[in-house]
């Protein structure tokens, strides 16, 4: 059961690859780059089952916790072309 | 806030952060037990300088007890229109129907309209793109998904966890 | 093989089959938002699915609950990803494309 399911999940990441690549504009990018994320995670605890070595679960937390990290930095990147800047000051004026 | 609640806030922040290194670690030694609570000062220290610690409500790491039944009847309802959203996806027609709806938000605090957006963005099928005071607007991938949260079932729900007696 | 074993299994098999069909759906949408939508389907259903399919093969341990820990942590994280994924992509001039009411 592990093995096949392992092989879809590994798939489906080489989807969300190539889903990234031909992504129109950089949020079609980003999305894709967020699946691919979200997959990986559920790769990391199937694989740790499947070598029986369930400390690889402590890699898939860090792994979900640097996903959602890096995506909302990207796209405060994006939005506002700064890191540092923020976000309520910048809600005040036109956007 | 009084410095009453803040004194609060910092004491169930050291014990919900120790209970999570506790059940993170797995390893019981003196010497690893120590270093954990060293940790979890210097996270309590850093977040008060931060000014994290002035949140509007009682005590957050008890707070969200009382939105453990809503989780559960969620849990029920995401799966409900995921065979939706699937079905949807695999008919070769693809059938859908993008509409944007505005709701009305009944929720007193900050946390309930957070617990509010984020439960709609979690069902597939409707996502929230805006977030304001008292509106949230929503797009929708087919004309029942919009009729459902138009009923105002999960509002009511999440009025009611709110307005809880417990805890 | 035990009966949990074969529903944990069927489970898993299920959750990444949905993986796959969110990511079809990701290919077939016309537009960004409605790509969101199929995104959030293996957000949601792919990582229930899959991880308590885990959950129930492992039984009740320091393990299990590390799985809990990362399904609740997934559960609350990606809709706000997708929340401010979908907030800048309409500050970015994007326009979402409306079917007849």
Redesign the interface.
């Known amino acids: 059961?592990?093995e096949?399911?392992t092989f879809?999940?590994l798939?489906?990441m080489f989807?969300?690859l190539v889903?990234a690549i031909i992504g129109k504009?950089v949020?079609?990018k980003?999305?894709?780059v967020?699946?691919f994320g979200?997959?990986t995670?559920?790769f990391i605890?199937?694989f740790g089952?499947l070598t029986k070595r369930?400390e690889f679960?402590?890699i898939?937390?860090v792994y979900?916790?640097i996903?959602?990290i890096s995506?909302?930095a990207i796209?405060k990147f994006?939005?506002y072309g700064d890191m540092s800047s923020s976000s309520i000051e910048k809600e005040e004026g036109d956007? | 806030m009084s410095k009453y609640d803040i004194f609060f806030h910092k004491i169930s922040l050291i014990i919900s952060l120790a209970l999570l290194w506790i059940?993170?670690s797995?390893h019981y030694t003196p010497l690893l037990l120590l270093l954990g609570l060293l940790s979890v000062i210097i996270v309590t220290i850093i977040s008060s300088r931060m000014g994290l610690i002035t949140f509007d409500q009682p005590i957050l790491q008890l707070y969200f007890i009382r939105f453990i039944p809503y989780g559960i009847w969620l849990?029920g309802q995401?799966?409900k229109s995921?065979i939706d959203?699937?079905k949807r996806?695999?008919n070769p027609n693809?059938p859908?129907?993008?509409?944007?709806i505005t709701l009305h938000l009944s929720q007193a605090s900050t946390f309930a309209k957070v617990v509010y957006?984020?439960?709609i963005?979690?069902?597939?099928?409707?996502?929230?793109?805006?977030?304001e005071d008292s509106s949230v607007e929503v797009?929708s991938?087919s004309?029942t998904g919009a009729e459902g949260l138009k009923t105002g079932n999960m509002d009511k729900k999440i009025t009611h966890a709110e307005a809880a007696p417990y805890v | 093989m035990s009966n949990i074993?074969i529903i944990?299994?069927a489970l898993?098999?299920a959750?990444?089959?949905?993986?796959?069909?969110?990511?079809?759906?990701?290919?077939?949408?016309p537009d960004?938002?409605?790509?969101?939508?199929?995104?959030?389907?293996?957000?949601?259903?792919?990582?229930?699915l899959?991880?308590s399919g885990?959950i129930l093969?492992?039984g009740f341990n320091?393990?299990s609950?590390?799985?809990l820990?990362?399904l609740i942590?997934?559960?609350?994280?990606?809709?706000?990803?997708?929340?401010?994924?979908?907030?800048?992509?309409?500050?970015?001039k994007?326009k979402?494309?409306?079917?007849?009411?």
């Open positions: 059961m592990f096949i399911s879809i999940i798939f489906s989807l969300a889903s504009t949020y079609d980003i999305l894709a967020n699946i979200t997959v995670v559920l605890a199937l089952f369930p679960l402590d898939a937390l979900a916790l996903n959602f995506t909302i796209l994006f939005e956007i | 059940m993170l797995g849990i995401i799966m995921n959203v699937c996806i695999l693809l859908i129907n993008p509409c944007l957006a984020n439960s963005t979690l069902t597939p099928g409707t996502i929230s793109i805006d977030l797009h991938l004309a | 074993d944990s299994g898993i098999v959750g990444s089959l949905s993986i796959v069909v969110g990511l079809l759906g990701v290919y077939r949408m960004f938002f409605t790509r969101l939508h199929a995104a959030s389907v293996i957000d949601t259903l792919g990582t229930i899959i991880l885990l093969y492992q320091l393990v609950v590390k799985l820990l990362i942590f997934i559960l609350i994280t990606t809709p706000t990803a997708a929340h401010a994924l979908a907030k800048s992509a309409l500050h970015g994007i979402p494309i409306l079917g007849d009411d």
